[in-house]
């Protein structure tokens, strides 16, 4: 019993061999399918939140806050879904919010470049060397995305536990290595992180349950204590705190609500 | 008819022992509780134990070390760790180990009933967990 999840620079592998692992462990796969989900229990355009995922950060505005909530929520449903065990999870970006669970396998999926050149030239009638620099503008632009959503750059091979390399090694051969590495009993689940999950679970409903009115709040989950902190003007310190408190208590899972406001605002939203 | 499950519960923090203890004898295990991390290695050269709670982090001897103690010594027993220091990096060695469970603190006792409850499952040990409940801290 664990949990796996796929990132890739190659939407396609990496949903391919997330499906084939999860048939190949009986898991539930997680994917894309889930936005509508999200969309529902949200009130948001399934195209939105596709949007949030992919798109290049606007700097400030509405677009900025959007796109912060549109994740936020995305990451609540699929936390909510990761608890449940026994999930591989790809195209959610989960790889850069389901951090420091020891049940969590983090894969990394290298697509053959030279094929995924050749792919881009074929699918947008572009010559080779222009598909290349398409390609590395993308990698950069998901260096940027990951930096400024999560601080992580999902590139970098150290935030993984597994690193594939399709240019040496075959989907099927893939497939294979991460189920015996999931198999490891490194990465079994244990009620350390078990309870882990919960927390980020807990944490990140409770923040994407604030965010609409209350943009700028760090929340931290302990058992079924909340701890919330934001920002406020001296003036407004105290109704900002009660505010939170009311609407935060009455939240599932919720046992004590701690909400800390400090004085100034916030310039970045966490 | 449920049998007794023998438990040695290893912490230098003398509270630990004086609260679980009374706690999991409650539960049907019969509880022999240690501060000294070498006084519970000589114990456990002694008798097979079925399952060992220990803290991680005390003086001279780690937790880690009594874990890998008692795989040498009795390959049945369960290792529970306990620790206030929890990361990704030791639950995962400790698990690579062969730790039963690891746990942070600060946990209910009802966590450790749950643990304990699993480990006698594992064990094929029938203890009458449902008629008791331990008091929460």
């Not at chain 1, 796929?6 to 894309?32: F, M, N, V």
């Not at chain 1, 989907?171 to 015996?180: F, L, N, P, R």
């Not at chain 2, 230098?12 to 022992?17: K, L, N």
């Not at chain 2, 746990?103 to 409850?117: E, G, H, M, T, Y």
């Amino acid at each position: 019993m664990s949990i796996i999840i796929i990132s890739s620079d190659s939407t396609e592998k990496g949903e391919e061999i997330a499906h084939k692992t999860a048939q190949a462990l009986d898991y539930a796969c997680l994917g894309r399918e889930l936005l509508p989900v999200v969309a529902d229990q949200y009130g948001i355009p399934t195209d939105k939140l596709e949007w949030a995922l992919e798109a290049s950060p606007p700097s400030w505005g509405r677009s900025a806050g959007l796109q912060r909530r549109c994740l936020a929520y995305i990451q609540t449903t699929t936390l909510g879904e990761l608890v449940k065990d026994n999930r591989v999870c790809h195209g959610l970006a989960a790889h850069l919010y389901v951090v420091g669970i020891s049940h969590a396998l983090r894969v990394r999926i290298l697509a053959d470049p030279a094929e995924q050149a050749r792919e881009i030239s074929k699918r947008g009638s572009v010559p080779l060397e222009k598909a290349r620099r398409l390609m590395d503008r993308q990698r950069k632009l998901r260096q940027r995305w990951s930096l400024t959503h999560y601080q992580l750059n999902e590139t970098d091979p150290s935030q993984y536990d597994l690193v594939i390399s399709l240019s040496q090694i075959n989907t099927d051969e893939a497939i294979k290595i991460i189920v015996q590495t999931a198999g490891y009993r490194r990465f079994a689940p244990m009620t350390y992180s078990l309870r882990c999950m919960e927390d980020a679970e807990l944490a990140c409903r409770v923040r994407a349950g604030l965010l609409e009115t209350f943009p700028n709040v760090k929340v931290r989950a302990e058992g079924g204590t909340v701890i919330v902190e934001t920002k406020g003007t001296r003036q407004n310190k105290l109704k900002k705190a009660a505010a939170i408190k009311e609407q935060v208590q009455n939240m599932e899972g919720v046992d004590y609500v701690e909400v800390h406001v400090k004085n100034g605002l916030f310039k970045k939203a966490p | 008819m449920s049998e007794r499950l023998s438990v040695l519960l290893l912490d230098d923090e003398p509270i630990v022992g004086k609260r679980l203890g009374p706690a999991l004898g409650k539960i049907g295990c019969d509880v022999e509780a240690f501060e000294d991390p070498k006084k519970a290695l000589e114990r456990i050269d002694q008798k097979n134990f079925d399952v060992v709670v220990t803290d991680i982090r005390m003086g001279e001897i780690d937790g880690m070390q009594v874990l890998d103690h008692v795989r040498t010594k009795s390959p049945r027993t369960r290792v529970i760790l306990i620790t206030g220091y929890a990361m990704m990096e030791l639950a995962r060695e400790a698990m690579e180990k062969g730790a039963f469970d690891f746990i942070s603190k600060p946990f209910k006792a009802n966590d450790l009933r749950q643990v304990i409850a699993k480990a006698a499952r594992a064990l094929g040990v029938s203890v009458d967990f449902e008629n008791a409940t331990i008091p929460s801290r």
